[in-house]
């Protein structure tokens, strides 16, 4: 006995040594618990198998020792018969079971997102155009400067209608080296931009970096039991202070795990300190995190039952026609009405081979408070084609303004109501822009205006729609500047010959005038 105690008790030891590591090690015993938690939600049901075997199986054993200690010859048998056809069709049961609650499993998860969302018929509200995302991204590296470092993020800032773009220093043990906020509007020349600093002494730290230079690290170490996404962090820069912003997420629930908002985690980019809140009204961007947003919109395939689920006949998914390249969900713009309120906007089609888009949905960037942030699928009247096909049609339309040199038709974004817009030009320079109102009488309405929006002409304006009102308007006064009499410079077939012979003379005179002159 004093053998095996010796020989258990080192094993002992260093089990508890483990144990102690990963309790300290607050960051890998939250990806621990995280996944622990997420793989026995999904092996509840095979665990129930096991027991359902198990248990039968053991009692089997049971009955046969028993029977065998019992001095009348074949006593016991029935019983052990009858447990051991128990267990088997028990066995069956639990296997199916297990198959059931891993498809139905995923079937729950969606339904505990579809709590929040609402499906209404209500128009979009107005929302503002803004840079494509490629154009922000592009317009990062040219001011930069002599920065060394590679570009890890560029997030769209709606709030502050910016775009902000964080550069990681290189080097394993590193942390960020700038943050740079963009200004780039659309129809303007100004280019401002703000360019902030990290001290790389004291703020050392990023996302995904190694040892006590992660930044996950440093969150953990402050509050265990919470994660985020890295394509969820952005940057911010104030006074010339860097502030990296990382909206953070927890898990709830049992044998249905989801996630739900939990507060920020704000990254000093001058003193290195980490401050976690709950309290986002005064976070500079959005709070919301962007990965939540994404599997909300996800959770809408579960709109219906269950059978409806299975064999995908309800629910949305986001346009991926290729359309959008680098960003085809999730836009993140901002409200006209001047509130600076912002919103996570994605395109939706039906599920299936159609194409067309439908409804779209919309999840506030800032919310504050615990649980799932509303979202709201507003189904478009008249619908509009897909983000490829509409691409297409401002190709064919207006081949004056588009594509030559380096010129492309970049996102096709929801801008309120059933309207989209398509923005045109290069990635250093956005010159027009083409704004459509869905399909009206078996075509797309589509007007070309330039980047500031001024109306330049329709291939086809809907009737009562502000350009058709405009159209007409123009028309009226091309008609009161024609001289009486007569009609319009530009039209020749309602001439008479009498008109058209007065019109040569004065041609002739006035080329002769200036050949003198």
């Not at 309602?494 to 005179?509: C, H, I, M, N, V």
Request: hydrophobic letters at 40%.
């Amino acid at each position: 006995m004093g053998q095996k105690l010796r020989a258990a008790l080192p094993a002992v030891l260093a089990a508890a040594l483990l144990g102690l590591l990963l309790w300290y090690g607050s960051y890998y015993t939250t990806i621990l618990v995280w996944e622990l938690r997420k793989l026995a939600a999904w092996l509840a049901a095979p665990l129930l198998l096991a027991a359902a075997i198990g248990v039968p199986w053991a009692l089997v054993k049971a009955v046969r020792r028993w029977r065998k200690r019992d001095a009348k010859p074949g006593g016991g048998s029935e019983v052990a018969d009858w447990v051991a056809g128990l267990g088997c069709v028990v066995a069956v049961a639990g296997l199916g079971l297990a198959i059931w609650w891993l498809i139905y499993g995923s079937y729950l998860q969606d339904r505990e997102y579809m709590h929040s969302v609402q499906v209404v018929t209500e128009a979009v509200p107005d929302l503002s155009p803004r840079a494509p995302y490629l154009v922000g991204k592009a317009q990062a590296a040219p001011h930069l400067g002599d920065v060394t470092g590679e570009i890890s993020d560029i997030t769209y800032l709606p709030d502050s209608d910016r775009f902000a773009t964080l550069v990681e220093r290189r080097g394993w043990l590193a942390g960020y080296e700038v943050g740079l906020v963009q200004d780039i509007p659309l129809g303007a020349n100004s280019r401002t931009q703000e360019r902030c600093s990290f001290d790389i002494d004291k703020a050392d730290a990023r996302i995904s970096g190694w040892f006590g230079h992660n930044l996950g690290r440093k969150i953990s170490a402050q509050q265990r039991w919470v994660r985020f996404s890295a394509d969820d962090a952005y940057v911010t820069c104030s006074g010339g202070t860097p502030t990296v912003v990382v909206p953070l997420k927890r898990q709830t629930g049992i044998l249905v795990v989801t996630e739900r908002p939990a507060g920020v985690a704000l990254y000093d980019g001058r003193t290195g300190k980490v401050t976690i809140t709950t309290d986002t009204s005064r976070v500079p961007g959005p709070s919301y995190p962007l990965s939540l947003a994404s599997r909300q919109r996800e959770g809408t395939a579960a709109v219906g039952s269950f059978t409806d689920w299975w064999f995908e006949r309800t629910g949305w998914d986001a346009s991926e026609d290729g359309a959008n390249d680098g960003n085809d969900s999730e836009f993140a713009l901002q409200y006209r009405d001047g509130s600076g309120r912002g919103a996570y906007v994605t395109p939706l089609t039906p599920q299936g081979e159609a194409s067309s888009v439908v409804a779209v949905s919309t999840v506030p960037t800032r919310y504050q408070g615990s649980g799932l942030a509303p979202m709201t699928v507003r189904r478009l009247a008249p619908t509009w084609s897909s983000p490829k096909a509409l691409i297409a049609l401002i190709k064919a339309e207006y081949r004056d303004v588009c594509c030559y040199n380096d010129d492309r038709v970049f996102e096709v974004i929801p801008t309120g109501g059933s309207t989209w817009t398509a923005t045109v030009g290069s990635e250093q320079n956005i010159r027009y822009r083409v704004e459509g109102r869905g399909q009206v009488d078996g075509r797309e309405a589509t007007c070309l205006k330039d980047a500031a929006g001024a109306l330049i002409r329709c291939a086809y304006a809907a009737p009562g729609s502000p350009e058709e009102k405009e159209l007409q308007r123009r028309e009226q006064e091309k008609q009161k500047q024609e001289p009486p009499g007569g009609p319009g410079a530009g039209d020749l077939t309602g001439y008479t010959p009498e008109q058209l012979a007065e019109l040569q003379r004065r041609l002739s005179d006035e080329i002769t005038r200036r050949l003198k002159g």
